[in-house]
């Protein structure tokens, strides 16, 4: 996990700072996109989100709430 985290938060700096600046509660990640999230949903709503934006693989939430991270691991697609 640690180094998706990484490599997520490298390759989406500015679209999590802007979340941070602009009052977003969150930010849902993957290396194939980003999703700000003005409030943080429980986990099969974001696993709905996941898997209707197509996206492979593993996700990371980015709760600035809370000051948490989740990874949300989709094993089959809907």
């Known amino acids: 996990m640690k ?3 990484k490599k997520v938060r490298k390759a989406f700096k500015d679209e ?3 979340a941070q600046k ?3 509660e969150g930010v849902l990640v993957s290396l194939e996109g980003y999703i700000y999230l003005e409030v943080i949903y429980d986990i099969e709503t974001l ?5 209707q934006n ?3 693989g593993d996700s990371v939430l980015l709760n600035f709430v809370d000051n948490s991270q989740k990874m949300l691991r989709i094993t089959q697609a809907a």
């Open 16 to 18: 999590i700072k802007f």
């Open 54 to 56: 197509g996206w492979q």
């Open 47 to 51: 696993e709905e989100i996941v898997i």
């Open 22 to 24: 602009a009052g977003f």
């Open 3 to 5: 180094k998706l985290l």
